[in-house]
């Protein structure tokens, strides 16, 4: 396997299970020095050791990143460890169904704070230490809910829309600095996040039935292969990209 990272230190948030699960697995393989943070901390035991039984480094680091201290300790932990940074992929998230009008304060604090403050708190933390070198990069995990409307998930729409303009942003901010920041935005992943699906009560399919094209869902590691294309090196003209996996809803 071409080892893409070799000699590189990768952050993986939600590495305990899905998506972020097969990042890290996958960058590891390619040669990375691996932080991997979950507030999962049985998911993310796993994880660690089906690195370390292929050969891979990996470092186990329990955090929540709704949490400014926690995430902040968990990337200067990843750093000064594993020696440095430059590779950082936000990709913790919650999901809530709900009636918009059913959403209390306390569901839609907890689904902003994951998705959107914890893929900012990483950022921020990680943002001196890859700055640090030329060639270095951030891919958050959005979600085709942060493209377009959903119905019944007005806290993920939010915060996963949140994500992709903070992308945006930060892409724009430090491209002369030699940082590249893009995202990922998904249709329907076959991980845990998904498994659980169950629309409220009284919820119109029909609505809901506009997000797919195909019967398909995405598999983790195909969202982990495009994570790792953008962090890497192939990518190097890449900067700002909200790039749909979706079968081609978006453009539909």
């Given amino acids: 396997m071409e080892k893409r990272f070799e000699d590189q230190v990768a952050f993986v948030t939600g590495a305990g299970s899905g998506i972020g699960r097969m990042t890290a697995l996958l960058?590891?393989?390619?040669?990375?020095?691996v932080g991997c943070s979950d507030i999962n901390e049985k998911g993310l035991a796993e994880t660690v050791t089906s690195i370390e039984k292929e050969g891979g480094h990996a470092l186990s680091i329990p955090c929540d990143v709704s949490d400014s201290a926690s995430a902040t300790a968990a990337v200067l932990r990843c750093a000064e460890e594993l020696g440095g940074l430059q590779v950082l992929c936000n990709v913790a998230g919650v999901l809530r169904f709900q009636h918009t009008e059913e959403t209390s304060d306390a569901d839609w604090d907890q689904v902003l704070g994951v998705n959107l403050n914890g893929t900012f708190y990483t950022s921020r933390a990680a943002l001196p230490h890859l700055l640090l070198n030329r060639r270095s990069a951030i891919v958050n995990v959005a979600s085709l809910a942060g493209l377009i409307g959903q119905a019944y998930t007005a806290a993920y729409c939010v915060s996963k829309a949140g994500v992709v303009s903070l992308t945006k942003v930060m892409a724009v901010e430090y491209v002369k600095r030699g940082l590249r920041v893009n995202c990922v935005c998904p249709?329907?992943?076959?991980?845990?996040?998904?498994?659980?699906?169950?629309?409220?009560?009284?919820?119109?399919?029909?609505?809901?039935?506009?997000?797919?094209?195909?019967?398909k869902m995405t598999r983790p590691e195909e969202v982990a292969d495009a994570i790792a294309y953008l962090a890497s090196a192939a990518a190097r003209s890449v900067n700002g990209v909200s790039l749909p996996l979706d079968f081609g809803v978006h453009a539909a």
């Avoid at 960058?27 to 020095?33: C, F, S, T, V, Y």
């Avoid at 991980?191 to 506009?210: C, H, Q, V, W, Y």
């Fill in 187 to 215: 249709g329907g992943v076959a991980t845990p996040l998904i498994a659980n699906f169950d629309p409220p009560k009284g919820a119109d399919l029909e609505l809901m039935s506009r997000l797919s094209l195909v019967t």
């Fill in 27 to 33: 960058l590891a393989r390619e040669g990375a020095r």
